[in-house]
């Protein structure tokens, strides 16, 4: 399996699981949301690091993997990286409280329905640039990624 492969991967799983965040917000299910959407969040970015090369580490925020690697995208994708970075950080430090609360912090009545739409939108402007950055076409043979348009080539 190449990294496309993967990135390929990542991308399909975190579009299905957009599906899933306006069934939660119908139904006022606020801190499902928020963990979903940090979920996507995290595919997405992973996907982006993954279709240029970069293995990502197993951890939940990998913004600033994306932060150090800006110069391997193009332009209007890098100048969004700051952006995906932000959206990253602030879903992973509600992952946890968002699923399993704490003795002071009960997820279901902390959190509002401005706070989960900030999530999915984060989680679908995510899923959009990694689109735009993952390619659908299969790497040529013998490399490890294919460079859509939108990927600079870098030695």
Known sequence: ??????????????????????VLLGDDNYSDVIREAQEIVELALKAILRQIGIEPPHVHDVGALLRQYRQRLAADVA???????EASAWLRKEREFSF???IDFIPTEQYTRAEAQRAIDDAR???DVATG???TVAPAAGSDTAAPPNIKNSK
């Not at 399996?1 to 306006?22: G, W």
Request: proline share 0%; hydrophobic share 40%; glycine share 6%.
């Open 133 to 135: 950055v993952v390619t």
């Open 125 to 127: 402007l995510c899923v």
């Open 79 to 85: 100048g969004r990286v700051d952006e995906l970075a």
């Open 1 to 22: 399996m190449t990294n496309s492969t993967l990135a390929q991967s990542y991308l399909v799983k975190a579009r299905s699981r957009l599906k899933i965040l306006d």
């Open 100 to 102: 399993y609360g704490e």
